[in-house]
Structure formats: C-alpha cells, structure tokens
C-alpha cells in the first residue's frame, strides 16, 4: 500500500526556517517525480515545487523560489521541502504528493500544518 | 505560466440535479487537465485524469471532457457525498503545475 506521510510542520515566526519531511512507503521511491502542493486556511490548492526521481532537477512557483529548497533521500525514501525567510502568506497545510503518467495526483499525504505568525 | 480559471466560484444544487464546473487554460494543455473533489479537513480525491478518464472507484456520475483550452466537469446526478470543492489541475507544463481556484459545491 502506497503511503506518504508528512511531518515538520508547526508554528513559526515571521523569517524563520522550517523542514519539512514526507516519508514514502509501498513504491520504489527512487523511481518518481514527487510534488509539494499548499493550501492556505480557507483558500485553494497551490502547486509549490517539484524534484524529478535522481533529485537533480527541481522548479518553483514564484512565489516560494529563492526561499524554499526541495530536495529528496532515495536511500532513505523521504522528500525534503526546506523552508526560509517564511511570511504569514506561507502558511498554509503542505501536502506531498505523488503523481501519476498522466500528472495527476491519486497520491497525496495527509498534510502538516505550517503556521507563520509572531 | 498557464493560468487555469474555473466557473462558477461557487454553486448551490439539490440532491438529484446534473450539474457542469468548467475549467479553462490560458494556453492549449491538451487533454492534460485532471479533476479533484476535496472535503474539509482531507486531502484531495482524484476524479479525472487526461480530461475524461474515471479513476478507478469513482462513481459513473462522475465524468470529464474537453481539450485544447475548455474543459468540463458533470456530475450527472447530485448525491449527498458529493457536495464538496472541487478543483481543476493543468499537467501539460512538466516544469510547474497549475490549479484552478476552485469551486464550492453546496446544498440548495
């Protein structure tokens, strides 16, 4: 059974850092794409990032590029979203998710919870 | 960047009726559009995928079409589950996904 559980959410003050942590179990990890996708209080699901399977090409939406780093551990079957210099905008509950050949998401986590806030 | 708008923003329905979200791209994406429905509180669920396929185990009520810029969403026949938000997403850029802003389903 395919499982993507995230962690390293919490509450955190504006232009601190955070990591997040999505664990993958049930699939050969090394072998797919992974996704980041937030969603602020209230608001719509937002594409953030994506790292391809060897973690040598990532991309960003503009709003997170230069802030946040997307990286991934084959070895240890976990992507990373590194989180700097956060705003109150950011917060919002980050999904991992998994897509398929088409590029759709039947794969998602249960989502962390970041909170920017003073 | 393709930017996906969604219509309407919002929508009340009864138990029953057939009802339409559509979806439109900025630029042509093919038929890489998918669909999800989200409850409060949960990740998505994954509807459609390439335009018009089922995922598996979504009911037949469920169906997409469309491709090039225009894109629809129907549910044939309103259940009570199926009240929810539900979002279009763009797959045809590899470099940077793109969702619609959603549209809230709610009872009439």
């Known amino acids: 059974e395919v499982q993507l559980v995230e962690s390293g959410g919490g509450l955190v003050q504006p232009g601190g850092s955070l990591r997040l942590s999505c664990g993958a179990s049930g699939f050969t990890f090394s072998t797919y794409w992974m996704h980041w996708v937030r969603q602020a209080p209230g608001k719509g699901l937002v594409w953030v990032s994506r790292?391809?399977?060897?973690?040598?090409?990532?991309t960003y939406a503009d709003s997170v590029k230069g802030r946040f780093t997307i990286s991934r551990d084959n070895a240890k079957n976990t992507l990373y979203m590194q989180l700097n210099s956060l705003r109150a905008e950011d917060t919002a509950v980050y999904y991992c998710?998994?897509?398929?050949?088409?590029?759709?998401?039947?794969?998602w986590g249960q989502g962390t919870l970041v909170t920017v806030s003073s | 960047d393709i930017q996906m708008t969604q219509s309407p923003s919002s929508l009340s329905a009864s138990v029953g009726d057939r009802v339409t979200i559509t979806c439109r791209a900025s630029q042509s994406i093919s038929s890489y559009l998918n669909w999800y429905q989200q409850k409060p509180g949960k990740a998505p669920k994954l509807l459609i995928y390439a335009a018009s396929s089922l995922q598996n185990g979504v009911p037949s009520r469920f169906s997409g079409s469309g491709s090039g810029t225009d894109f629809t969403l129907t549910i044939s026949s309103l259940q009570p589950e199926d009240f929810a938000t539900y979002y279009c997403?763009?797959?045809?850029?590899?470099?940077?996904?793109?969702f619609g802003q959603g549209t809230k389903l709610e009872i009439k």
């Open positions: 998710a998994r897509p398929q050949n088409s590029g759709s998401y039947y794969y």
């Open positions: 997403q763009q797959s045809y850029s590899t470099l940077m996904y793109t």
């Open positions: 790292i391809n399977s060897d973690g040598t090409s990532t």
